[in-house]
């Protein structure tokens, strides 16, 4: 991919409350696409990930990303956040017909209040 | 466990410095890659390795890092005559290819700060 752009920095929310952190890319080539979380002073940790076929996928605690090809989108959510869920959030892309690196986008800040 | 580990977890030098990095890979895991984030920035791909090979190098790679894979299993970054640039995380990661993805799994990451 290109690059990977995460407009929002900071995302705060209230607890139960849903959330969406959106996520951009831009690619002359087929891309796949992936969700990981940071948690303070640790290293990423996979959430969810999209190859092919169904738009929708769903990853661990509850979060879920849509792929939408014609607004070059794979924005993430979740319909209920705990406080736990206080993290970054990354955005990263592969191309299949590039290089194996990842792509990272600079980040979505998600901070649950109570 | 299993998972990706690195050492040390925390690195303080002073500028000038040369340093060392270990990342243990998940066992049978032929990739392994390694990354550099700076505060409020994502990770950014530095180099990665196909077993003992290693395979591309980023430009942000300078001539004072290097990095090596001798027996395929775990891998080092040395960091010559740091410079208070190179403070950040630097992230390692192996793969597998999970039905027919390259799924990269990350350790916890070394922080460096050069003073």
């Known amino acids: 991919a290109q690059s990977v752009t995460q407009l929002d920095s900071q995302v705060p929310v209230f607890e139960e409350a849903p959330v969406e952190l959106r996520c951009n890319y831009s690619s002359s080539v087929s891309v796949y696409l992936f969700w990981y979380v940071q948690y303070p002073n640790q290293g990423l940790q996979l959430l969810l990930k999209y190859l092919s076929g169904s738009t929708l996928v769903k990853g661990i605690n509850g979060f879920e990303a849509e792929f939408n090809k014609s607004q070059t989108s794979f924005h993430l959510r979740k319909p209920s956040v705990h406080i736990s869920d206080t993290a970054e959030y990354f955005c990263a892309a592969g191309e299949w017909e590039g290089t194996d690196k990842l792509i990272f986008g600079t980040g979505t800040r998600l901070q649950v209040f109570p | 466990d299993t998972g990706v580990s690195q050492n040390p977890r925390h690195k303080i030098t002073k500028r000038g410095q040369n340093v060392t990095f270990r990342c243990d890979p998940i066992?049978?895991?032929?990739?392994l890659y390694w990354y550099r984030q700076t505060l409020g920035q994502g990770p950014e791909f530095l180099t990665y390795?196909?077993?003992?090979?290693?395979?591309?190098k980023s430009r942000l790679l300078s001539d004072r890092f290097s990095a090596e894979r001798p027996k395929g299993s775990f891998s080092t970054l040395e960091i010559q005559r740091t410079e208070q640039g190179d403070s950040a995380m630097y992230l390692c990661?192996?793969?597998?290819?999970?039905?027919?993805?390259?799924?990269?799994?990350f350790g916890p990451g070394t922080r460096l700060l050069v003073l």
């Open positions: 990661a192996s793969s597998s290819f999970e039905g027919g993805l390259e799924t990269q799994y």
């Open positions: 390795f196909q077993n003992e090979a290693q395979l591309e």
């Open positions: 066992s049978e895991h032929n990739r």
